[in-house]
Each structure stands twice: as C-alpha cells, then as structure tokens.
C-alpha cells in the first residue's frame, strides 16, 4: 500500500521534496540499488555523524530552514554551532502543550502516524515490508501479550522536531538495545528492505499510571549517530522528555496492550485508506477505555 500524507482536519500534504528525490535516486536507480550496501555501513553513518558534528556543517543550516519552511519562533532561542546541534534544538514548551487529561493518549513525538490493530499472527504490512511485533522486539513471549492490541508507527521526516517524551505518568524498566545496520525509515526504503529487521532499535517497558504497560521504542536510520534515551530504571511524569535522535529521519513505535485505548477516527481511517497523519508531540491520538484491566 502507497502511503499519503493527512493533517488532523483531513487535507492531503504534500511528500518532503528534497530529501524524497534523492532517496528515489538512491533506492530506485540501479547505481543507487549498488550503493545501497555502502551507505548502510556503520562506517559511512559514522563518517556522517562526524560531519554533521563539525562546525563546517552549521553552513548547511540557514537553506535547510528556508527549505523545510521551520517556523524558528517555535524553537528556543540559540546559536548552533553544527548541523546536529540544530537537529537536537529544543522547542519552546508554549509551541507544544501537552494534553495533561489522563483519559488521553498523548503523541510522544512531531511524526506522522500509522496505527494497526494487533492480529492473532501479530503481522504487519508496510510499503511491502511485513514483519511481526515478535521480530521486531526478538522476543515472543512478550509479543504474545500485546495479542490483540495496537502498534502505533510515528515516523519522523527530517524536518521534524527530533526529541520525543513520555506519553503518561509512571516508571520504566531498563532500556533494551538491539544492534541493526542503519537504513533510512522514509517508505520509499521499504521497497528494498525490511527496515524493522535492519535497523537499531531501543525498546523499553513504561509501566503507566493509565494504560498499563506500553512498550515504547525508537529505531535508528540511515546516518543517524545515534538514539539518545535520557534514561535507564527511571520514574517519570507525562510531557517529561524521554530522548532524542540525532541526524536522520527516525521513527518511534508504541505497543498497547488490548482493551485500553481507542485510537482516534480520523488516525485509524486515514490508515485504513492508505494515509499517514501528522501528529504533534503532546497532542490527543486516542482515548483511555474506562475499567480496563492494566
């Protein structure tokens, strides 16, 4: 299924230019489909990661802007000093209240979302790619017990507000780390890879005051340096930042168990008629079932 792009009142946006073209080029072109093995080598996302932390970089920063249409006002006011040190802004807490009602589930993260109900065979089809929620956390005995749930994709383009926080009151467990090679995480990728079986991820349980026991993750992509959790065993508070993606578009994915929340309308119809919806960090995406089981 080819996947547009809605906002929450229903008007159809347009893909990420730039950065679109040359991942056609790059997965679409034979020469690309050559290279594809070099660019996801840790050496290249390392070279990558150096330039982005160098001060030659902060050049890149004023087109980019202009390119993206980044409303700076919105972010605290500063002087990067390299490109990732612009990809790492913080935002102002104004330009993205969050929704303190604790009925409601929060986006962790500026994205755009895709929400799947969790079948009996727990499998899932994106672009093309499918893949299991057993394979993707590579554990079965803990898949088993999202059965009938939801799996929530929030996929962040590179202009995107890079930092993400916790979706309610409560406490973690440690954070689980699994290596992967780094690939890009925009759909075009998904033609010739299965991105969830490619790149770093970083899961963790958050045991929440409201929707019981959510499995958060965070995958890597292609030059990304690195996923920044600020946190292992930890106590936190809803709107609390959880971390961070250097450069690169990224991706965090929400597991809830069955019987806890309902997903917005508008989010699961765009899903089920091939669109993505650009969400807001702290913003309502469903609501809690009242009298569930935890």
């Given amino acids: 299924m080819e996947y547009g792009i809605k906002d929450r009142q229903g008007n159809i946006i347009p893909s990420a230019g730039s950065q679109q073209n040359i991942l056609d080029i790059i997965y679409r072109s034979a020469a690309g489909n050559i290279a594809l093995k070099g660019l996801t080598a840790p050496v290249v996302s390392k070279m990558a990661g150096a330039f982005c932390n160098s001060m ?14 980044i409303n700076m006002l919105d972010y605290e006011p500063g002087r990067y000093r390299s490109y990732n040190d612009f990809f790492t802004r913080k935002i102002r807490p104004e330009a993205r209240p969050v929704n303190m009602n604790p009925d ?52 962040l383009e590179v202009s995107d507000y890079h930092r993400y926080i ?10 689980v780390h699994i290596n992967g090679v780094y690939h890009t995480v925009n759909p ?20 929440t ?3 019981g026991n959510v499995i958060q993750a965070e995958v890597g992509a292609m030059m990304v340096g690195k996923i920044t959790n600020h946190h292992q065993k930890h106590s936190f508070a809803r709107g609390e930042e959880k971390g961070m993606f250097e450069f690169g578009g990224s991706t965090v994915v929400l597991i ?24 807001k960090m702290g913003e309502g995406i469903g609501v809690k079932i009242k009298n569930e089981r935890k």
């Fill in 56 to 69: 030659a970089s902060a050049k890149l920063i004023p087109a980019f802007i202009k390119s993206s249409g």
């Fill in 104 to 155: 409601i589930l929060i986006s962790p993260c500026d994205s755009r979302l895709t929400v799947y109900k969790i079948n009996e065979d727990s499998r899932f089809e994106i672009k093309g790619t499918e893949y299991s929620v057993s394979s993707f956390l590579k554990c079965e005995k803990l898949a088993r017990k999202y059965n009938g749930g939801y799996f929530m994709i929030f996929r």
């Fill in 209 to 211: 005051d409201n929707f």
């Fill in 166 to 175: 916790y979706i309610d009151s409560g406490s973690k467990s440690g954070n």
């Fill in 256 to 279: 809830v168990k069955p019987g806890i929340i309902i997903p917005d309308k508008d989010i699961t119809d765009n899903t089920n008629a091939g669109f993505e919806t650009i969400v």
């Fill in 188 to 207: 075009v990728a998904l033609d010739k890879a299965d991105i969830y079986k490619e790149n770093t991820r970083e899961f963790t349980i958050l045991h």
